[in-house]
């Protein structure tokens, strides 16, 4: 059943292209949109089986000689993110519809973006972990060609490739966590990883296991120090910006860590890294939003800032902060893709998102300001009990109050956090003010934009409508998807979960001063925003990951061009050397490691004078057409050669052999004798004695490589020989008595008919080469 | 016997990578020569030599020479009779074309 699930969206992506060419009136997008509407229902439909604590799964083989599986199985968590990927899904599309005209190319674009839904289910759905690695790069790839949708913008471009690389190389080190693990466990199944995690904890690759995996983590949900690919991103079309990098697609590494909890959570390892990376980023992510001056920008960071506050949730790892995470993911979700489709719809309706040209727009398009008061507010945390936000927001400043890790530089730590998690939050709170009150009030400065504004068409406003229709109705009514989405994702998270309920008042406590105090002070600030805004220009940018980002790119291209430069010399003489030596050196070394060689002198044919003697001759005349200056001196030792050959194969009873041997041998040495006569004289070669020495060693080296091997060859049989069935089956079979005949024009007819092809070719080839002579060029 | 003959196909092929390594395109051309016919000798060698009749069928003989080997280089003579003459008709033009037979002369364009 999953299997059909995650292959919809990618058998949408090929048919959409079809169903595009011949309907070109209608948008393309309203063919896409039933995709992940009928898949959201469907996800809807099997709540109630989850909520009886069951899960669903569905396994086919895929790869069983390596123990990879298409079997995907759907808990809570995977079922928060998959409602997450279809419903945001939907909208986006939804939006999309009216964001982009006609005249786009909308086929990729929708391509791309089904590539991306199919892989992003595949990533939540997966319980064999190469497969989830599998979907993971997919979606890497697919973000990719939506961030370079526009690609013949040098940004797009830049913007694009940096992703690329930051996550693929963050998904590389994961790849090699996944791999260490399944090592470790003995299989390839989550659930059964989870299931052994004891052998995982104990094992010595504890620690390079949970690194790596967070690398993947971290590079693919923008965190500390991987972050700067984010707002790089924000070159894609907006419908992209709110569903990859703002809902989804980001949180795969969200997810990832979340999947893995139960085997890493509550080591103090985890608790530093997962806490301390997503604290920084928080922090980090909120000041430097409040610098920027395009709203896709400050969203960016904002992104970034509130993906570094789920992470510091998950770190702690309590029943109460994993219930904050998983309820700040679907926030996040809503006000974040709202405030992203409106910022889309500014930039539509004005032509411009740099908000130092914006302001008072709150008069030309009421709608989407109100909606993107109620964003931001909710994301700010502003508290009022129509804010899902404030919500989740409360329980992380709760979490950070009732930390466990009470002991060593873990319990220092955690002193610390509610002093950070309050900083992080004045500074949300101060961008989500900047971001609405930039936008919407003030005066308005119409001169400087490009058109003038009025307020979106219906079909833009449904989606963000619907998203803050959420944000209102969770607030009010935060119990709403507790019991039915949020417990379930947080017994996979944690296996085992006391029921919280959601409210809005608690009293006077702890958290609520923490929050009032964010008000106050982000009011304070964002009121002097102005002032002291020049402060960030103080920073010396030389520590910016952005520079060192670059500095490694730029690195890596010079070093891989000189290296090539290095032995792409152009000499054909060099390229074979190196091959050469390549081949001596690995086959000698594996027949040394692996003991290949045998030498066995019981099963040979008896040495005969006549054939030594032939064999000496041929062995003489090989070694002197190095020396030959004379054309047809050359020619006669390499016919002697030949000739020896086939007097060889009537020795060693092959007669069909001798005859072609001597036919062949005859009308080489004829068209030697015919080419030599138009070709230069052969000339003593004019190489230094050490180039001399080189040649000779590799020659030597290779020919003596070519004896062991053939010497082992004959002394270990490890096999019975297949010959026997064709002496036996020649006649019965082929009704031949010549045994070798049979075999090519019957056993083997195809290799025949493909020699005879090669022979073919050849003769074209030298027909056109002969042909085409005197006109100069060889394109007729 | 056997060993004698890996020995002489392993100095045929010495001889062949030797001739390839060098500079003039004629030179190159006998080194592919005498590279296939040690590659042939080799292949015979890895089955075994005189045992057995001819492999042709005749009443009453119970024994022959393996014929499996001499089926593959059936095949390997004639396509390597086929390059053989390739390359060296491709010679021929080279040298026509460029008037010169010399490799490191022959480069190839910069904007390769």
Request: net charge neutral; glycine share 8%.
């Amino acid at each position: 059943m999953l299997h059909i699930y995650i292959l919809l969206p990618f058998l949408a992506a090929l048919l959409i292209g079809l169903a595009a060419k011949k309907v070109d009136r209608i948008h393309t997008g309203w063919f896409v949109l039933p995709v992940p509407a009928v898949l959201f229902i469907l996800f809807i439909s099997k709540l109630p089986i989850l909520a009886e604590g069951k899960i669903v799964q569905s396994i086919a083989n895929w790869i069983p000689s390596l123990d990879i599986q298409l079997s995907f199985y759907l808990d809570g968590l995977s079922m928060l993110f998959s409602l997450l990927i279809t419903g945001i899904g939907s909208l986006v599309v939804l939006y999309s519809i009216f964001y982009l005209s006609k005249k786009e190319q909308l086929v990729h674009f929708y391509v791309y973006l089904l590539l991306f839904m199919g892989s992003m289910l595949g990533v939540v759905l997966s319980d064999n972990v190469f497969v989830l690695y599998t979907f993971w790069e997919f979606t890497s790839i697919s973000s990719f060609l939506l961030i370079g949708f526009w690609f013949y913008r040098e940004r797009s471009t830049y913007g694009a490739q940096k992703s690329m690389l930051v996550t693929v190389f963050g998904g590389l080190a994961m790849l090699g966590a996944l791999i260490l693990l399944s090592i470790t466990a003995e299989t390839n199944s989550i659930r059964e990883m989870i299931a052994n995690r004891s052998d995982i904890m104990e094992s010595d690759l504890f620690i390079p296991i949970l690194l790596l995996l967070l690398i993947g983590a971290f590079t693919k949900s923008a965190q500390f120090p991987f972050h700067s690919w984010l707002p790089d991103a924000m070159e894609a079309p907006t419908p992209v910006s709110a569903y990859l990098h703002s809902a989804t697609m980001v949180k795969a590494g969200i997810y990832l860590v979340a999947r893995f909890s139960l085997i890493f959570s509550g080591t103090d390892v985890f608790f530093i890294i997962v806490s301390g990376v997503g604290l920084i980023t928080l922090c980090l992510g909120s000041i430097l939003a409040s610098r920027q001056t395009d709203l896709k920008g400050i969203l960016a960071y904002s992104t970034i800032s509130q993906l570094g506050m789920i992470m510091t949730m998950l770190g702690f790892g309590t029943g109460i902060a994993t219930l904050a995470a998983i309820f700040h993911i679907f926030n996040h979700a809503t006000f974040k893709g709202s405030l992203f489709m409106i910022a889309g719809i500014v930039d539509h309706e004005t032509g411009t998102r740099d908000i130092r040209r914006l302001g008072g727009l709150y008069t030309f398009m009421p709608i989407s300001a109100t909606l993107a008061f109620f964003g931001a507010f909710s994301m700010a945390g502003i508290p009022l009990p129509i804010f899902n936000g404030f919500l989740s927001k409360e329980m992380f400043f709760d979490s950070s109050l009732k930390l466990e890790q009470t002991s060593g530089f873990a319990g220092t730590f955690a002193e610390w956090i509610p002093l950070l998690a309050v900083i992080g939050s004045i500074f949300t709170f101060v961008y989500s003010m900047y971001l609405v009150f930039g936008t919407f009030t003030g005066k308005a400065k119409l001169d400087q934009l490009e058109k003038k504004p009025h307020e979106a068409p219906i079909g833009m406003l449904i989606s963000p409508i619907i998203l803050i229709g959420f944000v209102v109705l969770i607030g009010l009514l935060p119990n709403l998807i507790n019991e039915s989405i949020l417990a379930p994702a947080v017994v996979s998270v944690t296996g085992d979960y006391a029921q919280i309920h959601l409210k809005f008042w608690h009293g006077l406590n702890g958290p609520l001063y923490m929050s009032l105090i964010v008000v106050a002070i982000g009011t304070i600030l964002a009121l002097t925003l102005k002032r002291w805004q020049p402060i960030y220009n103080r920073v010396p940018g030389k520590f910016s990951t952005d520079r060192i980002y670059q500095s490694i790119v730029n690195g890596l291209l010079s070093f891989s061009s000189k290296f090539t430069k290095f032995y792409m010399t152009g000499s054909l003489r060099l390229y074979t050397s190196i091959i050469l030596v390549f081949l001596v050196l690995a086959t000698s070394i594996f027949i040394y490691v692996t003991d290949g060689f045998k030498i066995a002198f019981d099963d040979l044919a008896p040495v005969t004078w006549p054939e030594v003697l032939v064999g000496f001759v041929m062995a003489v005349a090989a070694i002197a057409t190095i020396w030959m200056t004379q054309r047809i001196a050359a020619i006669i030792v390499i016919g002697v050669v030949g000739y020896g050959l086939s007097l060889l194969f009537v020795f060693f009873r092959a007669p069909d052999l001798a005859l072609t041997q001597l036919i062949v041998e005859t009308i080489t040495v004829a068209l030697f004798l015919l080419c030599f006569a138009h070709l230069p004289k052969l000339k003593k070669s004019d190489k230094k004695p050490s180039e001399k020495l080189v040649d000779f060693v590799i020659a030597a080296s290779t020919g003596a490589l070519l004896t062991i091997v053939a010497i082992s060859a004959h002394s270990s049989k490890f096999f019975e020989s297949i010959s026997k069935y064709f002496v036996d089956n020649s006649y019965k079979l082929g009704g031949g008595d010549n045994i070798v005949n049979v075999i090519l024009v019957d056993f083997r007819g195809l290799d025949t008919l493909f020699e005879i092809a090669v022979l073919g070719l050849a003769a074209l080839g030298i027909y056109a080469m002969i042909k085409y002579r005197d006109k100069g060029d060889m394109n007729p | 016997m056997e060993i004698l003959m890996s020995i002489l196909a392993g100095t045929l092929f010495a001889a062949g990578v030797y001739l390839i390594l060098q500079k003039q395109l004629l030179k190159i051309v006998l080194g592919t020569a005498l590279l296939s016919h040690g590659a042939h000798l080799f292949i015979l060698t890895m089955g075994k030599l005189n045992r057995g009749k001819p492999p042709i069928l005749i009443e009453g003989v119970k024994n022959y020479t393996d014929p499996l080997p001499q089926a593959l280089i059936l095949t390997s003579i004639v396509i390597s009779f086929g390059v053989t003459s390739f390359l060296l008709v491709l010679a021929y033009r080279t040298y026509q074309s460029n008037k010169t037979d010399m490799m490191d002369q022959l480069r190839g364009t910069d904007d390769e």
